[in-house]
């Protein structure tokens, strides 16, 4: 009975150990214009990645502490001018620690010049084609850079 008990009170003691708290980081990304969610925003912390959506915040568990986050989206220089990269979190036991982000609007303005192989071509008439877009991904390797000023007015 006395060994049994033993082992018992051993067992307890190491069952008795408590888990640690859980903690999220929850990466909040909005544009700034009109505070729609902007997706594609990875957060990575103590080895864990999550991305937001374009209906969905991103959050990513981790134990307490001070643990650095890594930051990342296709636009990243161009939607984020001014938050760097990297960036440190605190995050205490057993809460929900917001990270809010708001991204800049960006657009490009480019001209793709008209194909002089097609029928009907006057180089007299037919100026280029000036397009906008907000990603640089979308414009055309052939396209020429505009300069000028584009004013938006409302």
Request: hydrophobic share 35%.
């Amino acid at each position: 009975f006395l060994e049994l008990h033993r082992r018992s009170a051993m067992l307890g003691r190491l069952g008795a150990r408590t888990p640690s708290a859980h903690c999220t980081l929850a990466v909040h990304a909005t544009m700034r214009c009109c505070g729609s969610l902007l997706p594609d925003v990875s957060a990575t912390l103590a080895g864990k990645t999550a991305a937001t959506t374009d209906t969905a915040h991103a959050t990513v568990p981790a134990p307490p502490g001070t643990h650095p986050v890594t930051l990342d989206h296709p636009s990243w220089s161009v939607m984020f001018p001014d938050v760097p990269r990297t960036l440190t979190a605190r995050l205490a036991p057993s809460t929900t620690t917001p990270l809010p982000l708001q991204a800049e609007v960006t657009l490009f303005v480019y001209v793709t010049e008209p194909d002089p192989e097609e029928s009907g071509f006057d180089p007299e008439c037919d100026p280029g084609m000036v397009w906008v877009c907000g990603d640089r991904n979308q414009i055309p390797d052939e396209a020429v850079p505009l300069h000028g000023r584009l004013v938006v007015e409302g």
